[in-house]
């Protein structure tokens, strides 16, 4: 992959949609964000086990690599970057990427070592396929934020692209994880969405914070989920309620199934 990526950076500008495969339309949008902007445009596929922690999904987290593989040949990409683990960490990995300041908030606090994981693996897989542009969701904001960062800190030379979450027609973000709902669940979920539709509403419409999160707690636990948090954060630093430029996350559990998602304020 890194002699293919030399031979393309001489061609033109690479970019770059990472993912754990189980292609979905969220994923098609930041393809085709990347096929507009740049020449040649490289997917990697990998379930990266350094971002799992002990009893989560990393075993049962969907692998679909012909209808991937297809996928992105109708889609026009260039490379399918698919590497298996004993390739990407041969031997055990001795560095790490780590964020103190924002590992542990929101996500970070219950998946302990999760972005850790995340960003160690990003820059592996930066430094290999050499991009110009990479290209991330919203949906995970707080990885996009994560990823401005470190490419920030470390000076990659690297454009990191975020582009907005694209939805079920009822309102679900889409995800991997929406296929272990059970049906019943299924049809709880877009109450997810719709929660943080009204939060905003009450939010802009001048409530306080803690009274609306309250609310938003309630609408959601009605449906039988779990919350794990409700948070309202800055969108930069991802502190907590600022006026302006913040934004509402929410983490919610349906029987072994963790859904995330997020809206803005406020512009
Ligand atoms: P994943 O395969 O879940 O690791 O996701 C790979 C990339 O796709 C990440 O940048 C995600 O934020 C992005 N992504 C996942 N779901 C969506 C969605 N519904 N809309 C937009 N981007 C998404």
């Given at each position: ?5 030399d031979s393309l950076r ?48 990393y075993d049962r987290y ?42 542990n908030v929101l996500c ?160």
């Amino acid at each position: 992959m890194q002699e293919i990526a030399d031979s393309l950076r001489k061609k033109g500008l690479i970019g770059f949609v990472p993912t754990m495969g189980a292609l979905h339309k969220g994923h098609l949008s930041l393809i085709e964000k990347a096929r507009e902007e740049n020449d040649f445009v490289v997917v990697s596929i990998f379930v990266n086990p350094l971002q799992f922690g002990r009893g989560e999904d990393y075993d049962r987290y969907q692998r679909s690599y012909k209808d991937d593989y297809a996928l992105c040949k109708s889609c026009g990409v260039d490379y399918l970057f698919y590497p298996d683990v004993e390739r990407l960490y041969p031997k055990k990995t001795k560095t790490f990427v780590r964020m103190p300041s924002l590992e542990n908030v929101l996500c970070g606090k219950k998946r302990k070592g999760h972005f850790r994981g995340v960003l160690t693996v990003v820059a592996k897989l930066f430094n290999i396929v050499k991009p110009h542009n990479a290209y991330f969701g919203e949906k995970d904001f707080q990885q996009a934020v994560m990823i401005k960062n470190m490419v920030y800190d470390l000076n990659f030379d690297i454009g990191i692209k975020t582009l907005p979450t694209i939805r079920e027609k009822d309102g679900l973000a889409i995800s991997s994880r929406n296929s272990y709902l059970a049906p019943i669940e299924r049809k709880k979920a877009p109450i997810i969405y719709r929660t943080l539709k009204e939060g905003k509403k009450l939010i802009e419409g001048g409530k306080d914070p803690s009274y609306v999160i309250d609310k938003m707690k309630k609408m959601i636990e009605k449906k039988g989920f779990l919350i794990e948090y409700i948070e309202i954060v800055d969108q930069e630093t991802l502190k907590k309620f600022k006026k302006e430029k913040s934004l509402i996350a929410v983490s919610v559990h349906m029987g072994k199934t963790r859904l995330i998602d997020n809206i803005k304020l406020m512009g």
